[in-house]
């Protein structure tokens, strides 16, 4: 994970009239005119401007108007349509998808937050036990494949700030619940042929298709 923040103070100390950058707090109207100043600087950029620096410093352009493009679309959350919403079984639990979106950054509770120059993927999902017993289900075992096999388990951090806790538990006959289950993937995995396993203790294991 990488956090563009160094590269956005840099830029706004360059842009300030006299010296002194103090950093501060992110709040939301803070925020919001700290990406439209970004916003003004890749037009300008765009337009044959170079890019603001501070005396000194060298700089690649396409390096840093990619960090800033970046910044501008770290919060946004894309949504990604599904290959599928067809339900799954693990055991007697029935999983249906409802959901898939991608992102830069993550937000939990409070300032809580995770940011990635890969991709955070929301899983979410409809839970219920149809079976006339109990299930243990670990959820937390799923893993994202992609098109060339490459496997991404879910990261624990990642899943604590943008997901559901508590996966694995005891599912009571008829209980049901909505889940989120977060990964990290590079940009490339996200493509036809992306699934979601959940690994079998002893059979096959369940594949679900996502794009």
Known sequence: MRAPTQALLLLLCAAAPLGGCKEKPVDGPSEDRTLEKLRLEVDRVNQGGAPSTPPGTPTDPHAQLADLAAAQDADAVKPLTLASREAVRVDTLELQPTGLESMHSLRGAGKVALTTSDLFVRVKLEARNTGAKAV??????????????????????????????????????????????????????????????????GGKDTRLPLQ
């Open 136 to 201: 243990d289900v670990p959820l937390s075992a799923a893993k994202l494949v992609d098109a060339e096999g490459q496997e991404y388990p879910i990261p624990r951090d990642a899943q604590a700030v943008g997901g559901t806790r508590k996966l694995d538990h005891t599912w009571e006959p008829g209980q049901s619940e909505s889940l989120a289950l977060v990964f990290e993937v590079p940009l490339a995995a996200v493509t036809p042929g992306l699934v979601l396993v959940f690994p079998s203790r």
